[in-house]
């Protein structure tokens, strides 16, 4: 996106808020205004001093209150309703991020660090409105000052002012010079300080391996020279510290003496009274504040635009394709799984060759097979969580793609290793997203099955206690049954279990497994389980290796041919 670009994406934001964007603007020409008329009205105060005449005296005072309160409306105005509208702009951000964060693919997920988006939302957010907001503060208070104190300087002594004009801007660069040398050194010092951490920490933590090999000599030597050139950058920052505000202050007093020197010359200062004179050497003083922010706002600018590019690229992500047009309330459940194959990203591998696989709806399939076999990958194309790259895989007949996602996906319950627990209440877990659907009873019917009322009976307020953030209060076992008790009270005729009860004990497993065995009854259910116990009854079980089907068929067929199931089989009879 070009800068330009970015700017009128941000205008969109100001759209609704023009009013009171309008009253900020105001506010900040009254706050220049005023403050160039608190140069000027030197003029009629040292008028007054010369004059001490009765009505001076009545006028110059109100004259003071006057600017002061004037200065405080416009300065109330712009900064106040400048708030209103960065708020404004952070609040329509942050809901707009958030909302395209619940429909982007899993991919995203992947690519994306969870700390990463989180400060998107945070902080880059802040970011944009801050230096946005800043920006214009600057240009339309800063700048108008600027102009309305030149307008004056000018309107008093033109010739003055043009010969102001033309030294300024040598002074700002001297200025300037002065203060970028000084903010290089520091970067340097920054580099240095690095350098003594490195080496002070490879001594230390290499401690062992610098005593056996006689390193004390070697790393002595070098963490001396770098404090030594540690001490020389200090040594260059703190002389062009201390020199650098009296230098500041010679320059500018250097021009303003040369100023006055060339104002006192009768060509130049022509009728101009003490007052004019004063006012104006107000004036050239004051001036120098707002232009020196003018020349940072450059810099605020580059740095909002940056973290609204971050902010922009994000809304602009694809979200999940959901073209799909069929509507099912209920399907049966037959899964034809052809020739698929997938990868996570274009340029790597294929995790998936030429999976081949019909389930018939109602029955159950168990994966099993080494770790990194491929068997989450397969089950995560079921509710299309990644989209395969080939091949292609119906549902009673239908392509996935032809359904609507939300449809899909209702078809499908889910359980898996990570399980995930809202910080709310036991029972609004178990009914997540559809709490007004069901009825206590039925929850209370989903969490028995799951074996998970025996531990949430003992709990203070039984399905009504918190379970705190992601459920840290509870075990793995018991997070895991919850998990369990959500996909049963969901009732949807797929079930995927993806090592659903790898956190419980053999003994709760047992248990559970009587449950779920009563569950998969009647619904297509793909369990892929770390126990090969729990999976003898499964009317298919497929072998995966290295993301193939390199064996199916039932527990007895499988041992009887001795190959990869019957191997994993005889691992594991022999560990317990
Ligand atoms: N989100 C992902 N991005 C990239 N590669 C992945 C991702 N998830 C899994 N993989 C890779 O895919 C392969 C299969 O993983 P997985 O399906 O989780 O195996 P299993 O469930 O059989 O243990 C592994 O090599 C793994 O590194
Ligand atoms: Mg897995």
């Not at 700390?115 to 240009?139: D, K, Y």
């Not at 992601?470 to 049963?488: D, E, P, T, Y």
Request: aromatic share 8%; glycine share 6%; net charge neutral.
């Amino acid at each position: 996106m070009t800068n330009w670009q970015v700017y009128k994406r941000l205008l969109g934001y100001l759209k609704p808020l023009w009013f009171v964007f309008a009253l900020s603007i105001l506010g900040n020409a009254i706050f220049a205004m005023a403050s160039a008329l608190m140069a000027a009205a030197m003029e009629p105060v040292v008028e007054a001093i010369q004059n001490p005449t009765q009505s001076y005296r009545a006028l110059v005072p109100l004259l003071i209150i006057g600017v002061f309160a004037l200065r405080g409306l416009g300065f109330f105005l712009g900064t106040y309703y400048i708030a209103v509208v960065a708020r404004n702009i952070v609040k329509a951000m942050r809901q707009q991020l958030f909302d395209r964060m619940l429909t982007l693919p899993c991919r995203f997920y992947d690519q994306n660090s969870a700390g990463h988006l989180v400060s998107r939302i945070t902080f880059n957010v802040e970011q944009v409105t801050g230096a946005a907001t800043n920006a214009v503060t600057i240009a339309v208070r800063e700048g108008l000052t600027v102009m309305f104190l030149l307008g004056y300087m000018f309107y008093t002594n033109w010739k003055l002012t043009l010969i102001f004009l033309s030294v300024g801007p040598i002074i700002g660069l001297v200025v300037s010079y002065a203060s970028k040398r000084f903010r290089r050194l520091s970067k340097g010092i920054q580099h240095s300080m690095g350098d003594i951490t490195q080496v002070a920490s490879e001594a230390i933590n290499g401690y062992r391996v610098v005593r056996t090999f006689g390193g004390e000599a070697y790393e002595s030597e070098r963490f001396h020279a770098v404090v030594e050139k540690n001490l020389v950058q200090g040594m260059k920052l703190a002389l062009t510290k201390s020199l650098n505000t009296p230098v500041v202050q010679l320059l500018i007093s250097l021009s303003i003496a040369g100023l006055v020197w060339i104002a006192l010359a009768p060509e130049i200062i022509g009728d101009m009274t003490v007052g004019e004179f004063i006012a104006y050497i107000t004036a050239t003083t004051t001036i120098a504040k707002p232009v020196r922010q003018l020349t940072e706002i450059n810099a605020i600018i580059q740095r909002g635009i940056a973290a609204a590019n971050d902010v922009f690229d994000h809304l602009d992500q694809e979200p999940e394709e959901d073209q799909g047009v069929i509507d099912v309330e209920r399907v049966k459940g037959e899964i034809d799984i052809r020739q698929v194959r997938f990868r996570y990203a274009p340029d790597s591998d294929d995790v998936l060759h030429d999976i081949n696989l019909h389930i018939p709806a109602g029955k159950t399939v168990a994966l099993v097979g080494r770790s990194g076999s491929g068997k989450s990958t397969l089950v995560n194309l079921i509710p299309r969580f990644y989209d395969y790259t080939s091949g292609e895989i119906l549902l009673d007949g239908k392509l996935l793609k032809d359904y609507r996602l939300a449809s899909l996906r209702n078809q499908i319950a889910l359980v898996n290793q990570q399980v995930t627990l809202f910080n709310d209440t036991i029972a609004n877990n178990i009914a997540y997203g559809a709490r007004d659907r069901y009825t206590e009873e039925q929850i209370r019917q989903a969490a028995e099955a799951a074996h998970a009322m025996e531990f949430i009976e003992a709990l203070p307020d039984g399905l009504d206690t918190l379970v705190g953030d992601n459920g840290m209060r509870l075990s793995g076992g018991q997070r895991q049954r919850l998990a369990i008790a959500r996909a049963l009270l969901k009732d949807a005729p797929i079930l995927i279990l993806d090592e659903a009860t790898s956190a419980l004990d053999t003994q709760s497993e047992r248990y559970i497994q009587d449950a779920l065995e009563a569950v998969m009854k009647g619904r297509t259910t793909l369990v892929i389980a770390h126990r090969l116990s729990t999976i003898e009854n499964a009317d298919m079980i497929v072998v995966m290796d290295k993301g193939r089907i390199v064996e199916t068929g039932t527990h007895q067929e499988l041992l009887q041919k001795n190959g990869h199931y019957a191997a994993l089989h005889q691992m594991q009879f022999r560990d317990e």
